[in-house]
């Protein structure tokens, strides 16, 4: 079965400072990835998702994801973080009759 | 296009009662997924539903149920409500079946149980 798991369930960085949250699946290789992020007292909102047409992918407000076979890795970054982007990401990777949940990585931006 | 609506936004109930959540999708979704959000076990999932046939079920006791109509708005019901049972639950509306595709989630239901 598939399973997801996020390493570090707090990080905090500056602002305008490298943002790295970190994800791993499981082995078998999932057809689709997706990073979501919940603001406070918001539901879920999604930032990117892989689909394996293309291993960089892009998403929302700057936000990107490497898929690395290798290392069963889908890593999320953004260059500069800003004030805006303190909220909790969650990864999720596609199950054979589910979407699976990380436990959740709650981001903050310090000025 | 409007977004996923859920309804109540918050519930206070007592322990014993039972409660019922709603989910209107985004027009033309026919996928709709409840999730349970709490501090400790983190969002999980309890029910897929697909033009009106419940697809799939998360690991919870029969107390929760749930449902979808054919304009495909979605019910849940949680019956002898427990402390436990406190959390936000997550409405999730998607095209095809929510594995494969982009959710859109809502705002949530904030039950509290006393």
């Known amino acids: 079965a598939q399973s997801v798991t996020q390493l570090g369930s707090h990080v905090s960085v500056s602002e305008g400072a490298l943002v790295l949250l970190r994800c791993n699946y499981s082995s078998s290789v999932p057809p689709y990835l997706f990073w979501y992020v919940q603001y406070p007292n918001q539901g879920l909102q999604l930032l990117l998702k892989?689909?394996?047409?293309?291993?960089l992918v892009k998403g929302i407000n700057g936000f990107e994801a490497e898929f690395k076979k290798s290392e069963t890795s889908f890593h999320l970054t953004k260059p500069s973080a800003h004030m805006s982007d303190a909220a909790e990401y969650f990864c999720?990777?596609?199950?054979?009759?589910?979407?699976?949940f990380g436990t959740g990585t709650r981001l903050q931006v310090f000025p | 296009k409007a977004g996923v609506t859920q309804t109540p936004r918050y519930l206070i109930k007592t322990r014993g009662q039972q409660v019922t959540l709603s989910c209107s999708p985004i027009?033309?979704?026919?996928?709709v997924s409840w999730y349970q959000q709490t501090p400790g076990q983190g969002l999980q999932f309890l029910f897929e539903y697909f033009s009106e046939t419940q697809r799939n079920k998360g690991n919870f006791p029969g107390r929760f149920s749930g449902r979808q109509f054919s304009n495909s708005r979605s019910e849940m019901n949680v019956s002898t409500l427990e402390l436990g049972d406190s959390a936000l639950y997550l409405c999730?509306?998607?095209?095809?079946?929510?594995?494969?595709?982009?959710?859109?989630f809502g705002p949530g239901t904030r039950l509290t149980v006393t």
């Open positions: 999720a990777v596609s199950g054979t009759d589910k979407l699976i």
């Open positions: 892989y689909t394996s047409a293309a291993t």
């Open positions: 999730a509306s998607s095209l095809g079946q929510a594995r494969s595709y982009e959710q859109y």
């Open positions: 027009s033309g979704h026919r996928s």
